[in-house]
T-cell receptor, first 113, second 113 residues
Framework: ETGVTQTPRHLVMGMTNKKSLKCEQHLGHNAMYWYKQSAKKPLELMFVYNFKEQTENNSVPSRFSPECPNSSHLFLHLHTLQPEDSALYLC????????????FGQGTRLTVV | GENVEQHPSTLSVQEGDSAVIKCTYSDSASNYFPWYKQELGKGPQLIIDIRSNVGEKKDQRIAVTLNKTAKHFSLHITETQPEDSAVYFCAASIWNAGNMLTFGGGTRLMVKP
């Protein structure tokens, strides 16, 4: 266990559905991240939050909407997704944004049908 | 932006042999280079990292070398064991500028008993 917990582990959703992914860390970290891992592409950074404030949006489509209510929780709200959005979505956290180790959760395997 | 290339994409070795995975990066400002191991059904886990002020770092059977002039770094695993079988990712970032990792495409290492 890395101290970063993601739920659900698996999610199947239709293109018109709205769903949310949840990430929780018990490490006392201040920075949290969403990454996308597709079968044929390297891990892609999506969003970065530091002390609950979004510091990076890596040109992610608006159908992905992050939310960080506090430093321990991070959500990714999903709306009107496409089949090509099917991937493993990984949450990570680190103490801060200054080159400290990033701890990853186990990911949510998302399938859009 | 940064671009990280990783080779080979798959690597099969006999138990006890050494394995070497190589990465190149494009942004000369990058100064933090972690390596992650991802086992099936799990998120990536940091196994070793190196900063640009050193050329080599070793931790038991794992070592990483860095050549800043050539902009490449390598992971060396000696005396491989079946439990080393996993997907390995290299990454690069600027450690005091946001901790945003750019990942290589991954290497699937298979250690045959």
């Amino acid at each position: 266990e890395t101290g970063v917990t993601q739920t659900p582990r698996h999610l199947v959703m239709g293109m018109t559905n709205k769903k949310s992914l949840k990430c929780e860390q018990h490490l006392g970290h201040n920075a949290m991240y969403w990454y996308k891992q597709s079968a044929k592409k390297p891990l892609e950074l999506m969003f970065v939050y530091n002390f609950k404030e979004q510091t990076e949006n890596n040109s992610v489509p608006s159908r992905f909407s992050p939310e960080c209510p506090n430093s321990s929780h991070l959500f990714l709200h999903l709306h009107t997704l496409q089949p090509e959005d099917s991937a493993l979505y990984l949450c990570a956290s680190s103490q801060d944004l200054e080159g400290t180790e990033a701890f990853f959760g186990q990911g949510t395997r998302l399938t859009v049908v | 932006g940064e671009n990280v290339e990783q080779h080979p994409s798959t690597l099969s070795v006999q138990e006890g042999d050494s394995a070497v995975i190589k990465c190149t990066y494009s942004d000369s400002a990058s100064n933090y280079f972690p390596w992650y191991k991802q086992e099936l059904g799990k998120g990536p886990q940091l196994i070793i990292d190196i900063r640009s002020n050193v050329g080599e770092k070793k931790d038991q059977r794992i070592a990483v070398t860095l050549n800043k002039t050539a902009k490449h770094f390598s992971l060396h695993i000696t005396e491989t064991q079946p439990e080393d079988s996993a997907v390995y990712f290299c990454a690069a970032s600027i450690w005091n500028a946001g901790n945003m990792l750019t990942f290589g495409g991954g290497t699937r290492l298979m250690v045959k008993p």
